[in-house]
Structure formats: C-alpha cells, structure tokens
C-alpha cells in the first residue's frame, strides 16, 4: 500500500499521512473512483452503433414499430423533447406515432454520432445529432442517449433530444 499511495502522490511515510480521517478519505475515494471506471470495448461501441444505424433503416423504412426496437421496453424507459418527459416504452411509440403519422412526415433520418463514453460496465452515454431531410427543408437538433446493457444487449433507457432552431 505504501509503494501504491507514493507512486499516485508522490509522498513518503504512507503510514503517518493516511492515519489522518480527511487524508484516508481521498485516498480511498479516489482509489475507488479509478478502480470503478470502465473501458468502452470495440464491441460494446460497435453493437451500440449498430442500434443507431438499426432505427435510422427502421425510421427510413417508415416503421416506427421496428425503430422503437432500439429502445427498452419498459416502464421506466424515458423520453423527454420539446413537449416534456414521456415515460414508458408504449408512451414513447405513441408519441412518435402521433407526431409521425405517416413516412412522409417521417423524412430521411441520418445520425451523426459525436460520442460515447462508459459510465458503467451495463451503462453507457451517447451524444450525437439528427438531421431530418424533407423534400423542401431540413430539421436538425441534438440529442443524449443514456443506454443499459440487459442480458447482454444494448438499448436506449433515456433520450432527451432537442430540436435546433
């Protein structure tokens, strides 16, 4: 431990400084902080692409239900845009269905992936941009993708997505 404590501090006698509470404190807390993070495997990145890539053919397929896939279903799953939070994966597919009633209404979607990071070994945060292109305008916005891994599967618990004006 004291080889350990001098190599991240660069301070002798370990042993007198960590008797202090406040000092043994930041020692186990940032211990605990470094040991708990995660790295983002290939695999995990790739599969979490793949849900994007999987509802933008959905979307541009105009099939809701198919890009609704990419999101947990569940009770807890949330979305939350312009009009406020919807909760629950029913409530969310209702929601597209009512805003997108039809494929010409749903436009050609296109996501533009800027990042992903790790929060957990099951949790996972996306940050990118949609681009909805019409025959005569363009809509745009960004959005926040919290994703969980479920028996083994990546899918969206969380999307907050604002348009751009």
Do not use: C
């Not at 312009?82 to 909760?87: K, L, M, N, T, V």
């Not at 269905?97 to 039809?102: D, I, L, R, V």
């Amino acid at each position: 431990m004291d080889a350990l404590f001098k190599s991240i501090f660069l301070v002798d006698n370990f042993t007198k400084i960590i008797q202090k509470p406040t000092l043994k404190f930041l020692f186990l807390l940032i211990i605990s902080i470094t040991n708990g993070q995660s790295v983002l495997l290939d695999s995990d990145k790739n599969e979490i692409i793949s849900v994007l890539k999987s509802q933008e053919n959905f979307w541009n397929k105009g099939n809701i239900e198919g890009f609704m896939q990419g999101y947990v279903k569940s009770d807890n799953l949330v979305f939350n845009g312009s009009s406020g939070p919807f909760y629950g994966w029913d409530s969310v597919k209702d929601r597209y269905m009512k805003t997108y009633p039809s494929k010409e209404k749903m436009g050609i979607l296109n996501f533009k992936i800027q990042n992903i990071s790790l929060i957990t070994s099951n949790v996972a945060q996306l940050l990118g941009q949609f681009i909805l292109t019409y025959p005569k305008n363009e809509v745009s916005g960004y959005f926040t993708l919290v994703f969980i891994k479920s028996k083994g599967k990546w899918l969206i618990f969380s999307d907050h997505t604002s348009r751009s004006y």
